[in-house]
């Protein structure tokens, strides 16, 4: 029988991309297919206990597996900061352009640039959790460049793209060495063995 898992996303985008890497051998199902209407919540201090809460919530009160993600933008120079915050870091109610202006605000002459992306996912196995991370280290820009993506792309250089930033690379190529793309691989890479066994 196929085994369920529920993806901890309402994006239809994120479940499509998901239901297509891992194949038949699963049936992948969104918040909305379980009836679940809730805002999750989300009160660690880590991107992997908020991963783990938003899984285990899902195990909990739904009965099934679950795949949750939290994303978060750690600054070397200002202490790993926004990371966990990175979505309200300039405060509730605020956009990526706002967060982006506070950050190089921050950043005013700073000479050490370097930060990464990091991605934690979380899968309930059982009465455990496995985790997946996918990690992209770059700089940060003095400006913002590019109009493609989300979130801190036009101020995120990665090493391996440089000199685009994240905002100046298509989804394609953005996607093979970012963050989100590496951990949802790695996700993916252990499903697809798993459902060989
Ligand atoms: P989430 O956990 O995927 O919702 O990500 C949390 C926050 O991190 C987002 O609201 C964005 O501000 C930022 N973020 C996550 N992924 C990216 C990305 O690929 N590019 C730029 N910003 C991102």
Known sequence: MKQTIVVATNNAHKLEEIRAIAGTAYNILGLADIGCTVDIPETSD?????AIQKATYVKEHFGYDCVADDTGLMVDALGGEPGVY????AGPGHDSAANMALL???MAGKTD???HFSTIIALTE???VRLFEGRVDGTITSAPRGTDGFGYDPVFMPDE???LTFAEMNAADKNAISHRGRATRALME??????DR
């Not at 880590?46 to 908020?50: C, Q, Y």
């Not at 252990?190 to 459902?195: D, I, K």
């Open 113 to 115: 640039r370097r930060a």
């Open 190 to 195: 252990y499903l697809s063995n798993a459902s």
């Open 86 to 89: 990175s979505a309200r870091y």
């Open 104 to 106: 190089l605000e921050r």
């Open 126 to 128: 059982g009465d455990g």
């Open 46 to 50: 880590t991107l992997a206990g908020n």
């Open 161 to 163: 793209a440089a000199p």
